[in-house]
């Protein structure tokens, strides 16, 4: 019977003579870079670029590894499974615990500590979501998870109709953020000064349009340049 050590010796041995060495660590290392980059990193779309990327690398690792293997497979498979799963896993589970990161990160507070009509209009659309505030000057909305983020510079800005807009806006990415890819959930859904080509985006609006106005989401947008 084969103990767990004599699986990892004879696993580094195959390894050592494929001479696929150099490549492996060539690739780890990538991964690794990724990774960092995406911990670090404070722009959405950089982290969700380098987050996938260092998924590729790590799977093409894997498939170094694995076609590097001679002797035995076994632990090779079982490191692959086991990587499946919990990456999977953090793929699935992040887009729902993601804005509660994000409430550690901006010091988010619920809007009704100091006005009660955005948190009753969110709840007037039939969404369950919770409207949040946070204390910057840049005029800022997004969305993450179930969860709405306004900056004290956005509600300085604009009136009570253009919030509306803004409100609904971010509403329907909330309402139909199941049915986007996976990967596009990690992404914060935001609010621009320049209307967006992307299609959600654009449904966002039509959305925004129907329940306030037209006038309301230009009138927004318009203040944000
Ligand atoms: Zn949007």
Same mark, same amino acid.
């Given at each position: 019977m084969f103990s767990i050590q004599d699986e990892v010796e004879c696993y580094i041995a195959c390894i050592n003579e494929g001479g696929l060495l150099p %490549?492996?660590?060539?690739?780890?290392?990538?991964?690794?870079?990724?990774?960092?980059?995406?911990?670090?990193?404070?722009?959405?779309?950089?982290?969700?670029?380098?987050?996938?990327?260092?998924?590729?690398?790590?799977?093409?690792?894997?498939? /170094?590894?694995?076609?590097?293997?001679?002797?035995?497979?076994? %632990?090779?498979?079982?490191?692959?499974?086991?990587?499946?799963?919990?990456?999977?896993?953090?793929?699935?589970? %992040?887009?729902?615990v993601y804005y509660k990161v994000l409430i550690k990160r901006h010091d988010a507070r619920p809007i009704t500590e100091i006005m009660d009509w955005p948190q009753e209009f969110v709840n007037g659309l039939d969404t369950k979501s919770n409207v949040y505030y946070y204390d910057s000057a840049v005029p800022r909305a997004f969305a993450s998870g179930k969860a709405i983020f306004l900056s004290l510079g956005m509600l300085e800005l604009v009136d009570e109709t253009e919030l509306k807009a803004i409100l609904a806006h971010e509403v329907w990415h909330i309402r139909y953020n199941s049915r986007t890819p996976i990967l596009r959930q990690l992404a914060l859904m935001s609010f621009t000064k320049n209307r967006s080509?992307? /299609?959600? /985006?654009?449904?966002?609006?039509m959305f925004a349009e129907k329940v306030v106005s037209r006038n309301a989401l230009e009138s927004a947008r318009a203040k944000m340049s």
């Amino acid at each position: 019977m084969f103990s767990i050590q004599d699986e990892v010796e004879c696993y580094i041995a195959c390894i050592n003579e494929g001479g696929l060495l150099p %490549l492996i660590g060539i690739s780890m290392i990538l991964a690794l870079l990724m990774f960092t980059i995406y911990f670090k990193s404070r722009k959405p779309l950089t982290r969700l670029s380098s987050f996938v990327a260092g998924q590729l690398f790590i799977i093409s690792a894997i498939a /170094e590894i694995v076609y590097a293997m001679q002797c035995s497979q076994m %632990l090779s498979i079982e490191i692959y499974l086991g990587y499946v799963t919990l990456s999977t896993a953090i793929i699935l589970l %992040l887009p729902r615990v993601y804005y509660k990161v994000l409430i550690k990160r901006h010091d988010a507070r619920p809007i009704t500590e100091i006005m009660d009509w955005p948190q009753e209009f969110v709840n007037g659309l039939d969404t369950k979501s919770n409207v949040y505030y946070y204390d910057s000057a840049v005029p800022r909305a997004f969305a993450s998870g179930k969860a709405i983020f306004l900056s004290l510079g956005m509600l300085e800005l604009v009136d009570e109709t253009e919030l509306k807009a803004i409100l609904a806006h971010e509403v329907w990415h909330i309402r139909y953020n199941s049915r986007t890819p996976i990967l596009r959930q990690l992404a914060l859904m935001s609010f621009t000064k320049n209307r967006s080509e992307d /299609e959600l /985006e654009t449904l966002a609006d039509m959305f925004a349009e129907k329940v306030v106005s037209r006038n309301a989401l230009e009138s927004a947008r318009a203040k944000m340049s």
